[in-house]
């Protein structure tokens, strides 16, 4: 009897595992099949994270800004960029607390490129008429659709992103911003998915990119900067010949370009430089002394074009920041504080401009202001005109 029910025990056993291992051998063939017939899971969550900034422009009756230094305005220049173009991956944090990009204050979320690994960190120098100053920023390179998306983060918590036709060439311009932390009353949001960001136009972009991508100049010896993955990125932005311009880039709204540039800078090797790129001249002239390539100039021929570039540059900003231009009244101000372009030295003027620069939420007039009056009151003497 024993035995007997033990050999029944191991024939329900036996039949028990069988029945149970033909499920799971079944279940397994369904999965794999599910497997091969169903999406990607990476890939559907890498389109999920895609979205189309929407177009940041002023309010009915509000005034046209001139902020990016094109020949149209800023509103114009941004609804002409293809929702192609502003279609961006979201990163991690990008949609989270929108206080980190309550730009220009506020700091955007070091959390933000942490996950990228080609993300590189260095401080590169920020130009201005006579003066350099080294920030610290970080840039990585994205790829969505046919665009190449090259995004630059820095620690005033600005975010700008250099979109470019892989195709054609054609490069497009934009800063992104987040809406709730950082609300504007005269704008309004067009052409896109209401996330909490937009492209906006706050940056001088044509001012310091008249070729569009730029070679990275990281400060050197920098031990922070993983120049392996520097020298990569450097060499991918060198195999861009100029860009191609619309019309936000009309000649003859920036006067005659500069001479003795035009031999490299001829719209074809790179693009035309105008006296609005005063700033990146001076820096290579003056400072790197690395303009013309393989002939630079030096001592008084340098001299000589950085005085002919400061006149017409003084007239340029003059005129741009009557038009409503931020960027240009600061530059202006900047000139006129270290007395280049042969204008001589006008404090006076020179805080009035930055104060209506800092009015509209310029962080850098509002330290470059904030410095003037602190020499005034150390050097009451000190008035300039």
């Not at 070679?215 to 990569?232: F, H």
Request: with cysteine; proline share 6%; net charge positive.
């Amino acid at each position: 009897m024993h035995l007997l029910i033990s050999a029944r025990s191991v024939r329900l056993v036996r039949t028990v595992v069988a029945g149970r291992l033909r499920a799971l051998l079944v279940a397994s063939v369904a999965l794999v099949f599910a497997g091969l017939l169903a999406p990607d899971a990476h890939a559907a969550g890498a389109k999920g994270d895609l979205i189309v900034l929407p177009v940041e422009v002023p309010a009915k009756g509000a005034k046209k800004t001139y902020r990016m230094g094109w020949s149209v305005d800023d509103a114009t220049y941004l609804r002409s960029i293809p929702r192609a173009a502003r279609t961006i991956r979201l990163f991690p944090a990008l949609l989270g607390d929108d206080r980190r990009f309550a730009m220009p204050f506020g700091p955007v979320d070091v959390r933000m490129t942490a996950h990228k690994p080609d993300a590189v960190r260095f401080r590169s120098y920020e130009a201005m008429p006579g003066k350099t100053r080294w920030v610290p920023r970080k840039v990585w390179v994205d790829a969505v659709g046919n665009y190449e998306q090259w995004w630059l983060q820095d620690a005033k918590g600005f975010l700008a992103v250099i979109s470019i036709d892989r195709a054609s060439g054609r490069t497009y311009f934009f800063g992104v911003r987040g809406t709730a932390a950082n609300p504007r009353k005269n704008a309004r949001y067009v052409d896109g998915d209401q996330k909490g960001l937009v492209a906006t136009g706050n940056d001088h972009c044509y001012g310091c990119h008249p070729s569009g991508l730029r070679k990275i100049m990281a400060r050197k010896g920098d031990p922070e900067v993983n120049w392996a993955r520097l020298k990569q990125l450097n060499r991918q932005i060198l195999a861009h010949r100029a860009t191609k311009w619309g019309p936000e880039v009309k000649p003859s709204h920036y006067g005659k370009s500069i001479p003795q540039c035009r031999k490299c800078h001829n719209n074809s090797k790179r693009g035309a430089l105008y006296p609005i790129h005063a700033a990146p001249v001076h820096y290579k002239v003056m400072e790197l002394h690395s303009m013309p390539p393989r002939e630079p100039l030096q001592g008084k021929d340098a001299q000589k074009l950085m005085h002919w570039l400061g006149k017409r540059a003084y007239t340029w900003y003059r005129r741009q920041c009557k038009r409503g231009d931020i960027a240009s009244c600061k530059l202006l101000g900047v000139m006129l504080v270290d007395g280049n372009g042969g204008m001589g030295v006008d404090l006076s003027e020179a805080l009035k401009l930055f104060q209506f620069a800092c009015g509209k939420r310029d962080g850098v007039a509002c330290v470059r202001g904030a410095k003037v009056l602190l020499d005034r009151a150390k050097t009451p003497g000190k008035r300039g005109k």
